[in-house]
């Protein structure tokens, strides 16, 4: 389930693509790397880990040895790694068709009680990095009149989350940037699709501190493999925003029709509780 498009975009050019893939070591980054090897011409894989990315590099090139695949070592959470990654690519000369804005990280708790410098490179890695590299991308496709922007958002980018204030607030800005920058695109052959899924089975709970003790319930959490395959079909068309999930489909689709007051106050009295919850174990 989905909202209307903005402007309606035709198909994406995926065939004989270069597709620049950041976060691509594991889960939804990983999975859709998978999903456009069989049809691009070049992928640079992008992510902290070497040895994953070296690991599905290989993997990539033994299912299609035509394939081209770069294995691009950087932390996005630090500004200057993405500034110079595109300046590493502009120096060989990659011109990008595709770009693919995954990598992303959650901190949850209090904002009072979370540590500063966690806080800053969240915001680094997925709003400040995320746009320096739409902004290197962007003028290559205009010119070339195609391309894509796949940024992979969240359901919390359309609603709020108790004890996660800053990641809330970095997805509403990945929303509303990349409904603009649709907007801003019409008719240049670009297109952007924005990806909001609620719970997938990734690290993210792990890396983001869940002190709660508490799981996602298994009919809510989706694979990253389903999430990939609802992006890349999604972005293939030309979509504006796609939510995986049936459920989470049907739960944003309410939370689109409820009164803000409404959604103020049950996410208050959700952040009373796990307030006392964090008070409790980290004093």
Known sequence: MSRPPIARASSVAIDGATVLLTGASSGIGLELAKLFAPRVARLVLVARRKERLEALAKELRAARPSLEVDVEVADLGVVDEAIALVA??????VEVDVLVNNAGVGVMGMLDKADPARIRAMIDLNVTSLVALTQACVPGMVARAKG???????????????????????????????????CDLSGTGVTVTQVCPGP????????AGNFTGMKVPAFVEISAKSC???????????????????????????????PRWLVLAYTAIAARMLRKKENALRP
């Open 200 to 207: 997938v089975a990734t690290e993210f709970e792990e890396t």
């Open 88 to 93: 590493r690519l502009a120096e060989r000369g």
């Open 228 to 258: 990939a395959k609802s992006a890349f079909s999604a972005f293939a068309r030309g979509r504006a925003m796609v939510v995986p999930g049936f459920v989470m489909g049907i739960v944003m689709a309410f939370v689109a029709v409820t």
């Open 148 to 182: 894509g922007i796949l940024n992979i958002s969240s359901g919390a980018g359309l609603t709020l989350m108790p004890a996660f204030a800053a990641y809330v607030g970095t997805k509403h800005f990945v929303t509303g940037f990349s409904d603009a920058l649709r």
